[in-house]
């Protein structure tokens, strides 16, 4: 068997193979975050770390109910906490759950270098395969949302699986069973857009006129949406972005790179990657990034 | 385009050689990706009915351990999560009921009985028989010399005050029964529970 | 929680006051979402922050902590003003009707009948007129000066919205919108339900909080019915089944009360419990209290008991105090009148008021026992730990026993939950190490001590020796054998006194309460469970989750006390003649020869409508109390009284300022604050990812709230120079606290009388045991004062001083 029958790859990083194609009817999922019911006890959170076998350390407190203080490489899920007034100068404390998004065409998948590291399955979850995975760091990079993280223990990359594990034996992710307002819900795509709708309804009854879906065309879409009071303003919810983008270096990347290296110099890659992960992983640097940038602005001036 | 070998390996050459590999046929097929999603682990694990140690909700949860109650198999417990049966909860668990599995299995469990001398300075582990034996012979004597038979009118009151008790608030009802026919079988009247903090 | 917490879906607004239900129960508040999204219900949060409930809130006004009393009595004020109220539920099913004594009255701040140097009352005036029956008068058409409902109009009519506003500081608008949102539930076919929690029982006017609510919710017609209710959130897991079962100074199991000194006989004792009704016709179950406590005696003492030593009840301790609860236990210990302290389950090192008196108290015992599965603080409090806790260990002459318990996951037995359902769980593996089961050590004690009372005598050794232990494992009990002791059996053929025939054969297990007898035939440990175990097997363990209608009742899921009935008062739910007053979610009706619904009827089941049996049987007029007699400490009417440590004068009546029967020990009164020297309201309170003092035992729970700290207002922060998530002490007169900030704008200065009043938040959970990071615990700075009636301690308002400071030496 070299695939799971129920979890067949729609994408693959780094790869031109074609993916199965004959079984098309495989439903997509999502999970969708209904933050008007959320009341941020980070049951989410807890049961996340439980079910994945994660620990992180014990921080500190540093000022707010978010802990730990940022997602990493054993920290899937976050509540972020945002103390905001409206414009009536009621007090509104706007609750998110922060996790990977599972973008229907996704930056990190783009980006990554590494051949099966990222993956995306007929459903719709992206998957990081970790033993692929070379810590390059090009998937934080390519992620318009800033989610993965990586390990300075194993030098591997590491967000959300959308419990793929559960999902594949027809289960709930952990997060969503355990959420005790129903504030995380799963199902369908379809099914998930239409619950949204009837929540959308529901908040406009209350005052809420800006009520809405964010499930951002700009990535294609996403397998996890949020319900927002206020879709008008993303941004209002501890920074999500009003209009995510994947960079530009990705972008790039996809679309001059990769033709390029297969027109001609693939061998001589192969040379410096065999001696490269013998000597062990890397991450992109800032000023790699900035390096990679400028040979990226070089190269698209010289083919424009 | 000169790129140096630095700039190669970290902007393109990885790139490069996934592609090349997909190419050559190295590509992201095969068995590695069968073992892409994480065994689910629950399979054959024991499930019990239980209810969550916490709050009055009652949550029903389903504690999953490790073993099939078999003769030489130690059950050890791996994973707790809700109990989609259960009318209140229908599943779902606080931040406190899904880390369950950490309570349990906390380093600060207590393992053996442990005694500390007047005026020690550190606990010594003993056995149960040391401690329930001191611990009896201490209640009694306390008992002995300071119960009240008779008040000042000389009325029947049979109280004894100088040992008092605070009861559990997660035990059994069944082990508060018995408790209370316990304490108040000495005349025990010092006697509380967690009900007001 | 007299409705369930499905039920809780059922209502048309959910207040959440003196409570913060979705950071505390979020399993249960689950709830209240389905409310709002299922039946457009409102959420309504009155509270001196904005929880995590508020954040979800459809409407949120602030209050100073401590002011509850006279926030609600504006409410009622508001409904009898506007005419509010349920009239035909009010009329037939409260006593508002009823008239009053003569010599009733309150002036200044009391009540009539007050005894200065006794700090208590005479409460003889605190009744009804009595007819020459001896039943209650009343007067229907509400003329009558003294009748309740026209003393209580008089009584509230000082609650306007200016005093409401300048006592609570919740602006005056936001308070009538409140009570606007409550007034539309008036309606007959309209819910509101009330969840509250130790927002409201921690205050030295606890109980009158509730019973403020609890006149608000018959007021409107929402006790009873489905979605409405009053609904006491309970914190354990199984302190409602603890309370059940009595472990308390002053009960006995199923709320039978522990004899007293004035009561030197059975008889007398029965006297005050007989319950007479004070209404023709009326059940006054309470009037079958002999059988339970005649049949208590059997299950305890079996043969040993009997109708010639007056059921043995010389053998049952008195108390010559009301109450020796954990503040008096303390003071005690601190006066070295106690010499041994056994702890089961629990920390009163971080659990109870004023920290250093606690250690002190347990440095003067000769012996301290705890039974835990967890390190607790209590067990190491002779331990040096710091500035967190300070101690001489050589100095304290303790002995101290740590006694390894099972938890949950490792032993069968049930659990009372918050809607008094009890339900059975399995044991999943066995006890690390050596730990054992409660049961097992607590029977390891019990039985060493029979055996040094057999051999050497010692006081009174009778009921040591007498107590009934017929366990099949002497040593270890099993939870089932327990169970159906508490349930009950038939000790002889019972016969049917009409028609002689056996209606119940000797050993059989009862199916309830009803079958319980006062001559020794029958035995039940815990009158109230009766029916959990009956020869059909164990109901608590019973799993049918279908619920008719999806009404939230599920009543073949486990078994709830009393007889299997999920809400109390369900006859309220219908009208005088039977007729649901919400068609569309009824719970009882009367079929014209029986009442039938989805609920156990908490009321005769073929009693006719027509013989105006009241609906809230346990009392003796079978109606709802609007005024409360004589069985509340402070009067029968809730008074607003500031909390004993208070920032302003009571501006109602400034001479009688705090509760005046409230009980301070003269070295507690000593270590009260004064607004000068602590000028800040400060209330404790927990944090949904704690729980107590236990999950920071628990890995993850110490991950997602790792470290002490308090929650402070931006203006005040600004003022004190106090940074975000900064350094700060936040000291009382009985102790300090180093501890983080978090600056936010969740809190807010309110004005009181004028005055901006600022409060700071003090989350409870942390120690200097466990995972977490060590801490002192919020009980360093809390006063050790509680509650009038029950003594629970006043955590919920007291004052502090807060400074920056510098982060402490690592």
């Known amino acids: 068997m070299s695939e799971l029958q129920s979890q067949d790859y729609v994408r693959i990083s780094a790869t031109t193979m074609t993916p199965p194609m004959a079984r098309s009817h495989e439903d997509q999922v999502a999970k969708l975050i209904d933050v008007s019911r959320c009341i941020g006890c980070k049951a989410c959170q807890s049961a996340c770390m439980e079910w994945n076998d994660?620990?992180?350390?014990?921080?500190?407190?540093?000022?707010?109910?978010?802990?730990?203080?940022?997602?990493?490489?054993?920290?899937?899920?976050?509540?972020?906490?945002?103390?905001?007034?409206?414009?009536?100068?009621?007090?509104?404390?706007?609750?998110?759950?922060?996790?990977?998004?599972?973008?229907?065409?996704?930056?990190?998948?783009?980006?990554?270098?590494?051949?099966?590291?990222?993956?995306?399955?007929?459903?719709?979850?992206?998957?990081?395969?970790?033993?692929?995975?070379?810590?390059?760091?090009?998937?934080?990079?390519?992620?318009?949302?800033?989610?993965?993280?990586?390990?300075?223990?194993?030098?591997?990359?590491?967000?959300?699986?959308?419990?793929?594990?559960?999902?594949?034996?027809?289960?709930?992710?952990?997060?969503?069973?355990?959420?005790?307002?129903?504030?995380?819900?799963?199902?369908?795509?379809?099914?998930?857009?239409?619950?949204?709708?009837?929540?959308?309804?529901?908040?406009?009854?209350?005052?809420?006129?800006?009520?809405?879906?964010?499930?951002?065309?700009?990535?294609?879409?996403?397998?996890?949406?949020?319900?927002?009071?206020?879709?008008?303003?993303?941004?209002?919810?501890?920074?999500?972005?009003?209009?995510?983008?994947?960079?530009?270096?990705?972008?790039?990347?996809?679309?001059?790179?990769?033709?390029?290296?297969?027109?001609?110099?693939?061998?001589?890659?192969?040379?410096?990657?065999?001696?490269?992960?013998?000597?062990?992983?890397?991450?992109?640097?800032?000023?790699?990034?900035?390096?990679?940038?400028?040979?990226?602005?070089?190269?698209?001036e010289k083919l424009s | 385009m000169a790129l140096t070998r630095r700039e190669f390996i970290k902007i393109t050459g990885l790139g490069l050689a996934a592609s090349g590999l997909g190419v050559l046929g190295f590509g992201a097929s095969g068995e590695a990706q069968a073992a892409a999603v994480r065994p689910f682990k629950l399979t054959h694990a024991t499930e019990t009915r239980n209810t969550c140690t916490y709050c009055s909700v009652a949550c029903g949860i389903l504690i999953y351990s490790m073993g099939d109650r078999a003769k030489n198999a130690r059950s050890n417990i791996i994973h707790i999560e809700g109990d989609p049966d259960h009318p209140v909860n229908r599943g779902t668990l606080c931040p406190k009921g899904s880390a369950l599995l950490d309570v349990v299995h906390a380093p600060t469990r207590l393992k053996a009985p442990r005694y500390r001398?007047?005026?020690?300075?550190?606990?010594?582990?003993?056995?149960?028989?040391?401690?329930?034996?001191?611990?009896?012979?201490?209640?009694?004597?306390?008992?002995?010399?300071?119960?009240?038979?008779?008040?000042?009118?000389?009325?029947?009151?049979?109280?004894?005050?100088?040992?008092?008790?605070?009861?559990?608030?997660?035990?059994?009802?069944?082990?508060?029964?018995?408790?209370?026919?316990?304490?108040?079988?000495?005349?025990?009247?010092?006697?509380?529970?967690?009900?007001?903090? | 929680?007299?409705?369930?917490?499905?039920?809780?879906?059922?209502?048309?607004?959910?207040?959440?006051?003196?409570?913060?239900?979705?950071?505390?129960?979020?399993?249960?508040?689950?709830?209240?979402?389905?409310?709002?999204?299922e039946n457009g219900a409102k959420l309504v949060v009155v509270d001196p922050r904005f929880t995590r409930t508020a954040s979800v809130a459809d409407y949120y006004a602030p209050i100073r902590?401590?002011?509850?009393?006279?926030?609600?009595?504006?409410?009622?004020?508001?409904?009898?003003?506007?005419?509010?109220?349920?009239?035909?539920?009010?009329?037939?099913?409260?006593?508002?009707?009823?008239?009053?004594?003569?010599?009733?009255?309150?002036?200044?701040?009391?009540?009539?009948?007050?005894?200065?140097?006794?700090?208590?009352?005479?409460?003889?005036?605190?009744?009804?007129?009595?007819?020459?029956d001896g039943y209650a008068q009343s007067d229907d058409s509400w003329q009558h000066p003294r009748c309740v409902i026209n003393l209580l109009r008089q009584h509230v009519s000082r609650y306007t919205p200016e005093m409401v506003s300048r006592?609570?500081?919740?602006?005056?608008?936001?308070?009538?919108?409140?009570?606007?949102?409550?007034?539309?539930?008036?309606?007959?076919?309209?819910?509101?339900?009330?969840?509250?929690?130790?927002?409201?029982?921690?205050?030295?006017?606890?109980?009158?909080?509730?019973?403020?609510?609890?006149?608000?919710?018959?007021?409107?017609?929402?006790?009873?019915?489905?979605?409405?209710?009053?609904?006491?959130?309970?914190?354990?897991?199984?302190?409602?089944?603890?309370?059940?079962?009595?472990?308390?100074?002053?009960?006995?199991?199923?709320?039978?009360?522990?004899?007293?000194?004035?009561?030197?006989?059975?008889?007398?004792?029965?006297?005050?419990?007989?319950?007479?009704?004070?209404?023709?016709?009326?059940?006054?179950?309470?009037?079958?209290?002999?059988?339970?406590?005649?049949?208590?005696?059997?299950?305890?003492?079996?043969?040993?008991?009997?109708?010639?030593?007056?059921?043995?009840?010389?053998?049952?301790?008195?108390?010559?105090?009301?109450?020796?609860?954990?503040?008096?236990?303390?003071?005690?210990?601190?006066?070295?009148?106690?010499?041994?302290?056994?702890?089961?389950?629990?920390?009163?090192?971080?659990?109870?008021?004023?920290?250093?008196?606690?250690?002190?108290?347990?440095?003067?015992?000769?012996?301290?026992?705890?039974?835990?599965?967890?390190?607790?603080?209590?067990?190491?409090?002779?331990?040096?730990?710091?500035?967190?806790?300070?101690?001489?260990?050589?100095?304290?002459?303790?002995?101290v026993f740590q006694l390894p318990t099972t938890c949950f996951a490792e032993e069968n037995g049930s659990l009372v939950n918050s809607a008094r359902w009890l339900q059975w769980h399995w044991k999943a593996a066995d006890a690390p190490g050596e730990a054992k089961s409660d049961i097992w050590i607590m029977t390891g004690i019990f039985q060493r001590l029979r055996e040094l009372y057999r051999k050497e005598g010692g006081a009174f050794p009778d009921p040591v020796l007498g107590m009934s232990w017929k366990y099949t494992?002497?040593?270890?009990?099993?939870?089932?054998?327990?169970?159906?002791?508490?349930?009950?059996?038939?000790?002889?053929?019972?016969?049917?006194?009409?028609?002689?025939?056996?209606?119940?054969?000797?050993?059989?297990?009862?199916?309830?309460?009803?079958?319980?007898?006062?001559?020794?035939?029958?035995?039940?440990?815990?009158?109230?469970?009766?029916?959990?175990?009956?020869?059909?097997?164990?109901?608590?363990?019973?799993?049918?989750?279908?619920?008719?209608?999806e009404q939230g009742i599920a009543p073949n899921w486990a078994w709830a006390w009393p007889a299997n009935r999920r809400i109390l008062y369900n006859r309220a739910s219908a009208d005088p003649d039977g007729k649901p007053w919400n068609p569309a979610k009824p719970v009882i009706s009367w079929n014209g020869s029986k009442w039938v619904g989805i609920d156990v009827p908490d009321y005769g089941p073929t009693v006719k409508p027509s013989d105006g049996v009241g609906p809230f049987i346990m009392n003796a007029e079978g109606m709802g109390r609007l005024f409360a007699r004589d069985l509340m400490a402070e009067g029968p009417f809730p008074e607003h009284y500031e909390p004993l440590e208070s920032p302003v004068e009571n501006v109602l009546h400034p001479k009688v300022s705090s509760n005046p029967v409230a009980r301070v020990f003269a070295d507690d009164r000593a270590s009260f604050g004064s607004p000068k020297q602590f000028p800040y309201v400060a209330t404790t309170y927990r944090l949904t990812e704690h729980f107590h003092y236990w999950t920071k035992h628990a890995l993850i729970n110490a991950i997602l709230q790792p470290e002490e700290f308090i929650e402070i207002g931006e203006v005040l922060a600004k003022e004190k120079g106090i940074e975000q998530g900064g350094w700060v002490k936040v000291s009382s007169k009985r102790g300090e606290v180093i501890c983080k900030a978090y600056v936010t704008k969740r809190i807010k200065p309110m004005t009181v009388d004028g005055k901006p009043t600022h409060v700071i938040g003090v989350p409870i959970h942390w120690g200097f045991t466990g995972q977490a990071r060590k801490g002192y615990g919020a009980n360093t700075l809390t006063p050790s004062v509680g509650d009038a009636n029950t003594q629970t301690p006043e955590f919920k308002a007291f004052l502090v001083n807060v400074e920056r400071t510098t982060a402490p030496a690592a």
């Open chain 2, 117 to 197: 001398a007047a005026g020690g300075t550190e606990f010594k582990e003993v056995s149960w028989d040391f401690a329930l034996d001191r611990i009896a012979r201490l209640m009694k004597d306390d008992r002995d010399k300071n119960f009240i038979a008779k008040n000042p009118a000389g009325t029947t009151v049979n109280r004894w005050t100088t040992t008092g008790m605070l009861a559990a608030s997660a035990s059994s009802s069944e082990t508060a029964y018995l408790t209370w026919k316990v304490a108040r079988s000495l005349g025990m009247v010092v006697f509380d529970n967690q009900a007001r903090v």
């Open chain 3, 473 to 549: 494992d002497p040593r270890e009990p099993d939870p089932e054998e327990l169970a159906k002791e508490m349930n009950g059996r038939a000790l002889t053929d019972l016969i049917d006194p009409a028609t002689n025939a056996v209606v119940t054969k000797a050993g059989t297990l009862l199916d309830g309460f009803a079958q319980l007898r006062d001559d020794g035939s029958t035995a039940s440990g815990c009158w109230i469970f009766s029916g959990c175990f009956t020869e059909k097997g164990n109901q608590m363990a019973r799993r049918d989750a279908s619920d008719p209608r």
């Open chain 3, 167 to 399: 006592i609570c500081g919740t602006p005056q608008d936001k308070f009538l919108h409140v009570c606007e949102l409550f007034a539309s539930t008036a309606a007959p076919d309209k819910a509101m339900t009330s969840l509250f929690a130790l927002g409201w029982t921690q205050h030295s006017v606890g109980a009158q909080n509730i019973r403020n609510m609890a006149m608000v919710q018959l007021l409107l017609g929402n006790i009873g019915v489905a979605g409405g209710g009053m609904n006491a959130l309970r914190g354990h897991s199984n302190i409602q089944g603890l309370t059940d079962v009595g472990l308390l100074s002053n009960q006995m199991p199923g709320y039978l009360t522990l004899p007293n000194d004035r009561e030197t006989s059975f008889d007398e004792y029965m006297k005050t419990k007989l319950y007479k009704p004070l209404r023709a016709g009326q059940t006054s179950y309470w009037q079958n209290y002999r059988k339970f406590v005649v049949s208590l005696q059997k299950a305890l003492f079996a043969d040993a008991a009997t109708k010639d030593n007056d059921w043995a009840y010389d053998w049952l301790p008195k108390l010559d105090v009301p109450l020796y609860d954990i503040i008096r236990a303390f003071e005690m210990m601190n006066n070295g009148q106690m010499n041994g302290y056994i702890c089961q389950g629990f920390n009163p090192l971080q659990a109870f008021p004023d920290r250093g008196k606690i250690r002190r108290g347990l440095g003067k015992l000769k012996f301290l026992v705890t039974m835990d599965p967890l390190d607790t603080e209590t067990s190491r409090f002779w331990q040096d730990f710091g500035p967190q806790n300070p101690a001489k260990s050589a100095e304290i002459q303790t002995e």
């Open chain 3, 1 to 37: 929680m007299t409705n369930t917490w499905q039920d809780i879906k059922n209502a048309n607004v959910v207040v959440v006051m003196g409570g913060n239900a979705a950071e505390a129960h979020p399993c249960g508040f689950k709830w209240v979402i389905e409310a709002k999204i």
């Open chain 1, 54 to 300: 994660l620990r992180p350390e014990i921080g500190h407190f540093e000022g707010s109910y978010e802990n730990p203080a940022d997602l990493g490489p054993s920290v899937w899920t976050l509540m972020k906490f945002a103390e905001h007034e409206n414009e009536q100068g009621n007090l509104e404390w706007l609750i998110r759950k922060d996790g990977c998004m599972h973008c229907e065409d996704p930056g990190c998948l783009k980006a990554c270098p590494a051949p099966g590291a990222i993956v995306q399955y007929a459903n719709g979850i992206v998957d990081f395969i970790s033993d692929k995975c070379i810590g390059c760091g090009y998937c934080v990079k390519g992620c318009p949302f800033n989610i993965p993280r990586i390990s300075k223990q194993d030098h591997k990359s590491y967000k959300c699986t959308l419990c793929s594990d559960r999902v594949s034996v027809g289960l709930e992710p952990a997060c969503v069973k355990a959420c005790p307002t129903g504030a995380i819900m799963f199902g369908a795509k379809t099914d998930m857009q239409q619950q949204a709708q009837l929540r959308i309804v529901e908040l406009k009854t209350r005052g809420f006129e800006n009520a809405g879906l964010y499930d951002p065309q700009e990535v294609g879409g996403t397998h996890v949406m949020y319900v927002l009071h206020h879709a008008d303003k993303p941004s209002l919810y501890s920074g999500l972005p009003d209009k995510p983008r994947i960079s530009a270096t990705v972008d790039l990347w996809k679309g001059f790179i990769k033709p390029l290296g297969l027109a001609g110099i693939a061998l001589a890659a192969l040379a410096g990657f065999f001696h490269w992960i013998s000597a062990g992983p890397n991450e992109v640097t800032e000023e790699d990034e900035a390096e990679g940038e400028r040979v990226l602005r070089e190269g698209e």
């Open chain 3, 65 to 132: 902590p401590g002011t509850d009393i006279a926030f609600l009595n504006g409410v009622i004020h508001y409904l009898l003003e506007k005419d509010a109220i349920q009239h035909e539920y009010v009329r037939a099913y409260t006593n508002a009707s009823l008239i009053v004594k003569d010599g009733f009255g309150f002036q200044d701040g009391l009540f009539s009948g007050y005894n200065e140097e006794k700090h208590s009352y005479d409460k003889s005036s605190w009744d009804y007129e009595l007819d020459k």
